[in-house]
C-alpha cells in the first residue's frame, strides 16, 4: 500500500461493513474498525504486506500525534514495513543548464539567467514585471493538511 495523503482515509460508518460483505470479526481494532467506524485507509495500513511514503520524512512524520490523523499507533507499530520512497526529479531532462524551454539557461556558477527567465515568465503570464516581487511555483493541492506540515516543518527543523 502506498499512502500519499493520511488525510483522506475512507471513514465510513459502521454498518457498511456488513453492506460489504465483510467478515463481521474484521470489524475490531485489530482490523478495520477506527473510533467506532470502518476506515479504509486503516484497513490498508493494518493488512498491508509492506506500506510505502512518498518521501523517508513523511513516513517519520505520520507516526507523530501532529501528522498521524489517529493511525501514528498503527503506523508506529508497522515502522518495519514501513518504507518512504524520495519523490524526486530527472536532473538530466530537467537541467536549467540545458533546457530549452528556458529563455535563458542558468547553473550552481551563474544564476544570470534566473532573473530574465523570471522577468520573462512575468511577461508572458501578463503579471507586473518586478525584479523585486517574489514569484513562487507551486505543484500540489492546498490543503490545511499541507499548510499544517509546511507551519509544522517551519517550526520543527
Known amino acids: 500500500m502506498t499512502v500519499h495523503n493520511l488525510a483522506f482515509q475512507g471513514v465510513f460508518p459502521p454498518q457498511i461493513v456488513t453492506e460489504l460483505g465483510l467478515p463481521a470479526e474484521c ?33 517519520n512524520e505520520i507516526q507523530t500525534d501532529a501528522l498521524g490523523f489517529g493511525l501514528q499507533g498503527l503506523l508506529a507499530y508497522r515502522r518495519e514495513a514501513l518504507t518512504g520512497i524520495l519523490n524526486g526529479i530527472d536532473t538530466t531532462e530537467w537541467d536549467p543548464a540545458t533546457d530549452p524551454n528556458l529563455v535563458h539557461p542558468y547553473n550552481a556558477t551563474d544564476i544570470s539567467g534566473k532573473s530574465a527567465n523570471k522577468r520573462e515568465l512575468q511577461k508572458r503570464m501578463g503579471l507586473h514585471i518586478d525584479p523585486d516581487l517574489p514569484l513562487f511555483g507551486l505543484v500540489g493541492r492546498f490543503t490545511p493538511q499541507k499548510v499544517w506540515i509546511w507551519y509544522w516543518k517551519l517550526h520543527h527543523n
Do not use: C, R, W
Not at 467506532?36 to 493488512?47: Q, T, V
Open 27 to 59: 470489524f475490531q481494532p485489530d482490523g478495520v474498525e477506527f473510533y467506532g467506524n470502518l476506515s479504509f485507509m486503516k484497513a490498508g495500513l493494518y493488512y498491508a504486506d509492506h506500506i510505502t511514503t512518498v518521501s523517508p520524512s513523511y513516513a
